[in-house]
């Protein structure tokens, strides 16, 4: 049906940056919001932003001011730019995508795999 392939993740010290890329592929009919959650161990999936098929974006508290959601309607890829980073920026960020597979069929949410984040010196 349809794959979310993230990349990007890794080791950076407090003050970097990253950039974090999810492609969806597959048989994909139209895509809507896409969005990036993070989980840290011991705590729960949170919202980190969302942006609409329109571009409009939302984005946590925490990270405003320092990360920028986009996508690329003709690669079904949403990225996130993450600057500024602080340690407690660290977790697995997972990608989530609205499909349809069809016109007239209702609209479905796929997970990425997930990439780990690490901010550290």
């Known amino acids: 049906q349809v794959q979310l392939v993230e990349s990007g993740g890794g080791l950076v010290q407090p003050g970097g940056s990253l950039r974090l890329s999810c492609a969806a592929s597959?048989?994909?009919?139209?895509?809507?919001?896409m969005a990036w959650y993070r989980q840290s161990p011991g705590k729960q999936r949170e919202l980190v932003a969302a942006i609409s098929g329109g571009g409009i974006t939302n984005y946590a508290d925490s990270v405003k001011g320092r990360f920028t959601i986009s996508r690329d309607n003709a690669k079904n890829t949403v990225y996130l730019q993450a600057n500024s980073l602080k340690p407690e920026d660290t977790a697995v960020y997972y990608c989530?995508?609205?499909?349809?597979?069809?016109?007239?069929?209702?609209?479905?949410?796929?997970w990425g795999q997930g990439t780990p984040v690490t901010v550290s010196s």
């Open positions: 597959g048989s994909i009919f139209s895509i809507g919001i």
């Open positions: 989530n995508v609205g499909v349809r597979l069809d016109k007239t069929w209702p609209w479905t949410n796929y």
